[in-house]
Every structure is written in C-alpha cells, then in structure tokens.
C-alpha cells in the first residue's frame, strides 16, 4: 500500500512558476514508477509527466514538454514537477500517482493515486 499527498499548488501569473511535490508513505516508493496527471473543470484526466524508478527515463505531454520537469528523490520518498512558464490552460488539480515497476502514461495503469492540488493560472 502506498499512500500519496501532493503539496505545492496555488495561484500563480501566466509565465510564472510552481514546484510540486508527492510525498510517499512506506518504505519501497523506489519500486514504483511515478506519474503526474491534471484534470480542469469540464474535462478528461490527462497525463502530463512519468518517472521510472531511478528517474534515469521520462514521459511528458506535449503540452508541457520544455515547460515542466518530473523528478523524484528516492531518499525522501517524494516525485517533484517544476512548471514553469505558466499558461492558463495549464490550470487544473494535478495529481500524483504510483505503479509498481513499470513506466506507463496510462492513466488506468496506475495503482495509488493523491488527492490532488489545485494550480490555478490567472492570465
């Protein structure tokens, strides 16, 4: 079992900046690929970024590909998403989610999910 709790959202300005962490609970969160989805109102959940378990290989969406950064530190036990360059369309609740092993931007693939944060971009 692997309890998940984002921090790091709130309001930010089109082109600025906020970094985003998941912190896991349990002692094996280096056997678990991580991934970052964000869902806005009136939409369907979408994939942004994933991480395999050393962080040696990552996915992102071409949305925020150049703009975003996945990363994970397995000593803390916690994945970060740097987003920088802001867009409004980027607002949403992000969440964080964990799959044993294997790297996947799927959402459905994913086992553990956070509760999410919101990222709310004004223009």
């Known amino acids: 079992q692997v309890q998940l709790v984002e921090s790091g959202g709130g309001l930010v300005q089109a082109g600025g900046s906020l970094r985003l962490s998941c912190a896991a609970s349990?002692?094996?969160?280096?056997?678990?690929?991580m991934g970052w989805f964000r869902q806005a109102p009136g939409k369907e959940r979408e994939f942004v970024a994933s991480i395999s378990l050393g962080g040696g290989s990552t996915y992102y969406s071409d949305s925020v590909k150049g703009r975003f950064t996945i990363s994970r530190d397995n000593a803390k036990n916690t994945v970060y998403l740097q987003m920088n360059s802001l867009k409004p369309e980027d607002t949403a609740v992000y969440s964080c989610?964990?799959?044993?092993?294997?790297?996947?931007?799927?959402?459905?693939?994913?086992?553990?999910w956070g509760q999410g944060t919101q990222v709310t971009v004004s223009s």
């Open positions: 349990g002692r094996t969160f280096s056997s678990y690929t």
């Open positions: 989610a964990a799959r044993r092993l294997v790297l996947t931007r799927v959402y459905h693939e994913y086992d553990y």
